[in-house]
């Protein structure tokens, strides 16, 4: 029979870990969430369970996906060790909502955290450049999603640039990278107009990481207008509430980034057509009103002409019958003395020489 060995209580922990951490160095671990509770704003504590046991876990508040509450289903990915006080434990890594009701939950609980701050306010939102010139465009480089958003792009308009940060958009990594990929574009010497997070549709599980605190929070505070297109139509996810704007599908974030080219041109060629046609009516009435006006002039120019010759005749024959020779013609005649018009009898006396005028000729006389 072999001998047991035996060990000290030190001994043993110090055996137990290096063991535990050749055979296992992470573990992940699926149960439900228990004793939840943070310590100091900085460390967190709380128990996995399922109906026959349950193990103690220990991390970091920086390692939560958001708001917790006991009962949700978690998968941890954490290292198993034996403290020398504490007894055992599993030191948290990573943790990640498991089954689709906790994923829901967390996410309300996420939403109102954050809607008390106003990150989803309708007053942050800002208008986006339109049609930008550098999209900065956060996704896989092997996905539909971005295939699809490049082709529609393509179709619809011309010259701009788009700017690929190619990252994980599901799984453990996906925040993290999605973050660099955001303080990557914000810190960019030459900036996009707009940044685009996008992917194609998923199970709740799938689309995890854009419920997060931590990407939502990244999305809220871009320097850059984002849009996030999420390709899931049932659900809104955190991140698209904090994003100025969103859209249903990659191609949909494409048609409401860009005009659509062949569109343009025939509204252009229909603004020109309608311009055309109204200069052309402009210019027929007033060329109606040139005629008309012409018509008008002549006949004014005419009635000014005709009233110019009755004025004229009038005036003739005013001055005719006050023209001393059609006076004389009628019987008067004028009497001069020394040159002068004889205008009544007291301007001469009897023996004065005087001439007078009839209407045709004149002759001369004594006063008696």
Request: proline letters at 4%; zero cysteines; aromatic letters at 8%.
């Amino acid at each position: 029979m072999s001998r047991v060995p035996v060990f000290g209580v030190s001994d043993f922990v110090a055996v137990f870990n290096q063991t535990v951490a050749y055979a296992y160095p992470s573990v992940v671990i699926e149960g439900e969430l228990s004793s939840f509770r943070v310590s100091k704003n900085r460390w967190v504590y709380f128990d996995l369970k399922d109906e026959d046991a349950n193990v103690r876990f220990f991390g970091s508040v920086y390692n939560l996906p958001g708001p917790l509450e006991d009962g949700m289903m978690l998968r941890v990915v954490g290292s198993p060790q034996l403290h020398p006080k504490f007894g055992f434990s599993i030191t948290v890594q990573s943790i990640q909502l498991a089954g689709e009701g906790t994923i829901k939950k967390a996410a309300k609980l996420l939403e109102a955290k954050l809607s008390k701050e106003g990150l989803f306010e309708q007053a942050r939102k800002r208008m986006l450049p339109y049609p930008p010139k550098f999209i900065g465009l956060i996704t896989s480089a092997e996905s539909a999603a971005y295939a699809d958003f490049v082709k529609v792009i393509g179709s619809r308009w011309s010259g701009l640039e788009i700017g690929l940060y190619d990252v994980q958009v599901q799984g453990e990594d996906a925040p993290t990278q999605i973050i660099a990929a955001l303080e990557y574009f914000n810190s960019h010497a030459q900036a996009p107009d707009v940044l685009v997070i996008t992917r194609g549709g998923g199970s709740s599980e799938d689309l995890q990481v854009f419920n997060t605190e931590s990407v939502t929070r990244a999305v809220a505070g871009s320097r850059i207008p984002t849009l996030v297109a999420i390709g899931h139509e049932i659900d809104v996810s955190l991140a698209e509430m904090a994003a100025d704007m969103r859209a249903s599908t990659p191609s949909n974030a494409a048609e409401l980034l860009v005009p659509d080219r062949q569109r343009e041109l025939a509204e252009l060629h229909d603004v020109n057509q309608r311009m055309s046609d109204s200069v052309q009516r402009a210019i027929a009435r007033a060329r109606e009103k040139l005629s008309a006006f012409d018509e008008q002039s002549r006949d004014y120019i005419n009635l000014v002409i005709r009233r110019q010759r009755v004025q004229l005749e009038s005036t003739r024959k005013l001055l005719s019958v006050i023209n001393p020779s059609t006076v004389l013609k009628r019987g008067y005649a004028l009497v001069y003395k020394d040159g002068t018009l004889v205008r009544s009898k007291t301007a001469t006396k009897r023996g004065d020489q005087i001439q007078i005028r009839v209407a045709d000729g004149q002759f001369g006389a004594e006063v008696q």
